[in-house]
């Protein structure tokens, strides 16, 4: 039964950090590309970042370079977010995902993943 299990969200002050994790489980973890995604209220679900199956490739959203770091551990069937300087536009539901495909084929476009996590709740508020 494939799984993907996100945790680590909650709120934090705008400045402040988290280290979300995605969990997977049910499936070859290192032939797929990960994602972390988000939605905001009243707005579509979009790419934030996404590593490549060996996890040296990595793309982000304009809205997050230099604040937030994706990575992963194969050897855990894990992919993290460290996700710094948070601001209130980062408030969110977070969601990992996979891809079959290459990072280097198909980006970090939602449509291309193909099963999903439950999702996180990140809020950034003072």
């Known amino acids: 039964q494939v799984q993907l299990v996100e945790s680590g969200g909650g709120l934090v002050q705008p400045g402040g950090s988290l280290r979300l994790s995605c969990a997977a489980s049910?499936?070859?973890?290192?032939?797929?590309?990960i994602g972390w995604f988000r939605q905001a209220p009243g707005k579509e679900r979009e790419g934030v970042s996404c590593?490549?199956?060996?996890?040296?490739?990595?793309l982000y959203a304009d809205s997050v370079k230099g604040r937030f770091t994706i990575s992963r551990d194969n050897t855990k069937s894990t992919v993290y977010l460290q996700m710094n300087s948070l601001e209130p536009e980062d408030t969110a539901v977070y969601y990992c995902?996979?891809?079959?495909?290459?990072?280097?084929?198909?980006?970090?476009?939602?449509?291309?993943?193909?099963?999903w996590g439950q999702g996180t709740q990140v809020t950034v508020s003072s």
């Open positions: 995902a996979r891809n079959p495909m290459r990072l280097s084929t198909t980006g970090c476009s939602p449509p291309r993943y193909d099963y």
């Open positions: 049910g499936f070859a973890f290192n032939d797929y590309t």
């Open positions: 590593i490549s199956r060996g996890g040296s490739v990595t």
